[in-house]
């Protein structure tokens, strides 16, 4: 008799855990911050086209935590090298936009001249509110695109 109510004890849960996608919510859906348009004051890349890429879940689990809902990202892809990409997001461009670059602005993944990815951070403070964008350019050496991973973040202390 115990072990039929054992069996059932874990029969319910798993019927309660499934019926209210607790491993979902526990796990952070995949698209919880993606918003549906780059915001108006992040210039473009031309003639790139929206991705959905999905972050991993070990990803997400961190940024969720770390975050606590204060991300919101969104992808591109195009077919220009990630180095034109980086030239784009250069300090000049983000400062007409209201941006002020990190100290180092874009940073390469080489020291070559021709880098095939990059991250950008810059920040921006509109009254009391903070925030951070970054941006990370990844060349997909398998083919001929570029992704480009815009991720804001409100940093404005509470």
């Known amino acids: 008799m115990k072990a039929l109510a054992s069996i059932l004890a874990v029969t319910l849960f798993l019927g309660v855990v499934i019926s209210c996608k607790l491993t979902e919510r526990l796990a952070g ?6 918003v ?5 004051d992040v210039p473009p890349f031309a003639g790139a086209t929206k991705a959905d890429l999905e972050i991993p879940l070990g990803a997400r689990l961190m940024i969720r935590a770390m975050m606590q809902g204060k991300i919101n990202f969104i992808s591109f892809r195009t077919n220009k090298p990630a180095q034109e990409v980086k030239d784009f997001y250069s300090n ?3 400062k007409a936009a209201g941006w002020t670059a990190n100290d180092k602005g874009c ?3 080489t020291e070559d001249t021709e880098n095939h ?11 009391s509110k903070e ?9 997909d050496e398998k083919l001929p695109e570029t992704n480009i991973f815009y991720a804001r973040i409100d940093t404005t202390k509470k």
Not at 131 to 139: C, D, K, P, S
């Open 36 to 40: 549906s348009s780059l915001w108006p």
């Open 29 to 34: 859906d995949k698209n919880a911050g993606t």
């Open 131 to 139: 925030e951070g964008l970054a941006i990370v350019i990844a060349q």
């Open 92 to 94: 000049d461009r983000m």
């Open 107 to 109: 940073v390469g993944d």
């Open 117 to 127: 990815g990059a991250v950008c951070f810059f920040s921006r403070k509109d009254g």
